[in-house]
Nanobody, 115 residues
């Protein structure tokens, strides 16, 4: 059982930046893929970005060029650097891990982009 704890959410003005962190309870090198999803009010959860244990990344079109996902295996942590934030980025952001056939989720952290 992998436990994931997100942090770094909060209120930011449009155009601002935030960095989300996801700390895993065990060595993430054994986790095939980790990523960030988000869910806005009244909308379905969607993939924001993911990264494999080989370092390959994938981004939603809506965040390409603004968000960067990275992982620090030594700290068992995955990050999401979010720049040039827009009001439409407002959502609860969830950390996700895929190991084998098992999916693990964090409880989420709220990001609000508003002036």
């Amino acid at each position: 059982q992998v436990q994931l704890v997100e942090s770094g959410g909060g209120l930011v003005q449009p155009g601002g930046s935030l960095r989300l962190s996801c700390a895993a309870s065990e060595n993430i090198f054994s986790i095939n893929r980790m990523g960030w999803y988000r869910q806005a009010p009244g909308k379905e959860r969607e993939l924001v970005a993911s990264i494999t244990n080989g370092g390959s990344t994938n981004y939603a079109d809506s965040v390409k060029g603004r968000f960067t996902i990275s992982r620090d295996n030594a700290k068992n942590t995955v990050y999401l650097q979010m720049n040039s934030l827009k009001p439409e980025d407002t959502a609860v952001y969830y950390c996700h891990a895929l190991r084998g056939y098992f999916n693990y989720w964090g409880k989420g952290t709220l990001v609000t982009v508003s002036s």
